[in-house]
Structure formats: C-alpha cells, structure tokens
C-alpha cells in the first residue's frame, strides 16, 4: 500500500516523466507524418483530409503529454492535503479538515477492471473525488484507515474481489451453465457456417482449390477462435493454500483445475497483449505447464494480486517473479 506510516497516507494520479516523453514522442511522429499529407488539402483530396485529422490527433496526443496534470493527496490526522502541479507550472496546494467534510464514500470506478475512488463531501455541498486507492488488494484496510484519520464514519463496502480481506480472491466472472450453452451454441454456429458451403460445392460438383483453401483458412480461424474463448474464460479463485481455476473446456463443459504452492515453480507478470494497460499473471508449474489468468487493468494492480497470490500459496517472494 502506498502510505508513508500508520499515521498517513498518500493517493496519487497522473503520468510519469517517462510515459510523458514516450506519448510526446508519438505525438512528434504522427504530426511529422501528417505534414507533408497537408499539400493535398488545396487540391480537396482525401489524403489531405486524412493528413489534417493526423496532424490534429498529434496535437491532442502532445498537449496531453504536456499539459496533464499530476495529483498528490496525502491524507493525515485531522486533515487531507492535496498538491496539484502540471509540468511547467506551479504547485498548488489545498488543505481540507476534517471539520470541513461531512462524509465520505466509496465508489468502484466503471469502465476499469477494478479501480476505486473516494468521494468526499463538504459542509458547503461540495464534492471531492480522490485519485485511485494505490492497492486494490487492500481497499477495505485503507479506506478503515483513512476514516480513522480524518474522523469519519467509514463508508459502505463495494463489492471488491480482489480485496484481500475476502476468503477467496476472484479474478474473471465464475463459469455459468449459460456461458457453457452460449459457447456450445458459437461452435455448432462455426461448424455449420463452414460446412454448409463444402457440402453444397460438393454436392453440385463446383468444389474448387480455391474453395478449399478458403475452407481450410475458415476451419484454423474458427478453431482459434474456440481456443481463445477457451482460455480466456472462466475465473481464478484463490484461497489460503491453493488456486482453484474454473474455466470451458474445449468440450464446453465446466473443467476445474486446483493447484496449490508445491505445483509452482514461479508467478510473474504479462502483458495481456490486447492494450498497453492490460496484463495478466502467469503462473509456471513443475509439471512444464504455464496458466494466465484472465486480464486485469494496470500493472501496478496486477502486482498487487501477484503479491496476494504470491503471499496465500506460500511461495518465496524473492523467486516469485
């Protein structure tokens, strides 16, 4: 948890000097690219357009990289500071005490994997949203804490699977008997959509080279489409002492995998490949096999349940990942 001792603790948000120079850097490019694109504009060709929808995108992409501010809450006893700065500007402070607010609660971000923020009310009316609790393992312990602090009735839980304090820990939604029919039913719809057009060229003698290739091209994308919804459903929960992953088999049925700490060899950190922010943890077993669970939304989070996971199977953190 990102807390400077028992008696404070901070929240922060906004972009490192690094993520700042890389989003500028693509931003240079794109605008490099669309400038020369600008000529076609006199001659009200399409390329011009394209070029000037760039260059625009390039703009908006670098005065975010620019001009994105940075917020530092720092919650101590009887009052909440907050620090605001954008990189070429000035730091603007604000203090808040605690006989200023009125009440707090908790609110589960939408549109994240799992993110959540704290909205602060003021006796004038006003309202304050806080930047992202910093571990979202540890949600019910913080908000305990800050409510201890600044002398406040602590707000009504949010559902959080991945908190800590829960007796399982759940990443993905549970497998249900109608995702089970759902992914049957794709699989009989795949099978006939390719089928049908085989069976027909075959029976009116019109069956081509190119029609088998297109057969065989649609037979290896259905039979990775199955793979990926395979793999990618169904949750992990993990308990004191084991991993239970439940998940669609390839049959469609509900298969259950448990594994416990003697099984692992070491849990790391991925990339969930669909987006910069996505990642997933990957667990190596003895056995030679390597199970992801499904995606989450930050790295930061992710390590974060890594470290939970890390901490209820019992395994050494120093060969963890």
């Not at 501010?69 to 500071?81: D, F, K, M």
């Not at 669609?248 to 669909?274: A, H, Q, W």
Request: proline residues 3%.
């Amino acid at each position: 948890m990102n807390t400077a001792g028992e008696g404070e603790v901070r929240l922060r948000k906004g972009t490192s000097l690094n993520e700042r120079l890389v989003l500028a850097g693509i931003a240079i490019v794109v605008c490099l690219i669309a400038l020369p694109g600008l000529a076609h504009l006199a001659n009200d060709q399409w390329l011009g357009i394209a070029a000037l929808f760039a260059l625009l995108f390039g703009c908006l992409l670098l005065g975010a990289a620019l001009f994105d501010r940075n917020v530092v809450w720092i919650v101590t006893s009887g009052e909440i500071l907050i620090g605001e700065q954008r990189p070429f500007g000035k730091l603007h402070r604000r203090s808040i005490r605690d006989d200023e607010l009125s009440g707090m609660r908790l609110r589960r971000s939408i549109g994240k994997s799992v993110e959540f923020t704290l909205i602060f009310e003021t006796g004038s009316g006003d309202t304050l949203t806080s930047p992202p609790l910093p571990d979202v393992t540890q949600v019910q312990r913080t908000i305990v804490q800050i409510a201890q602090l600044l002398q406040l009735p602590a707000p009504e839980l949010v559902e959080n699977p991945l908190d800590a304090a829960n007796a399982g820990i759940r990443l993905g939604k549970p497998v249900s008997s109608k995702r089970v029919r759902a992914y049957r039913a794709l699989v009989a719809l795949l099978a006939c959509s390719l089928a049908i057009p085989l069976i027909f060229a075959l029976w009116s003698g019109k069956l081509s080279t190119f029609g088998i290739a297109v057969g065989s091209f649609g037979a290896i994308m259905a039979f990775l489409l199955t793979r990926h919804l395979y793999r990618t459903s169904g949750c992990w929960i993990v308990r004191d002492g084991d991993l239970r992953i439940e998940r669609l088999s390839l049959e469609g049925t509900i298969e259950v995998i448990t594994v416990g700490g003697d099984d692992v060899v070491y849990i790391d950190v991925e990339s969930g490949g669909r987006r910069g922010s996505h990642h997933v943890i990957a667990i190596r077993l003895h056995s030679g096999r390597k199970i992801r669970s499904p995606v989450l939304v930050g790295k930061d989070q992710t390590r974060a349940v890594q470290a939970e996971i890390t901490r209820r199977l019992r395994l050494d953190r120093s060969g963890a990942g």
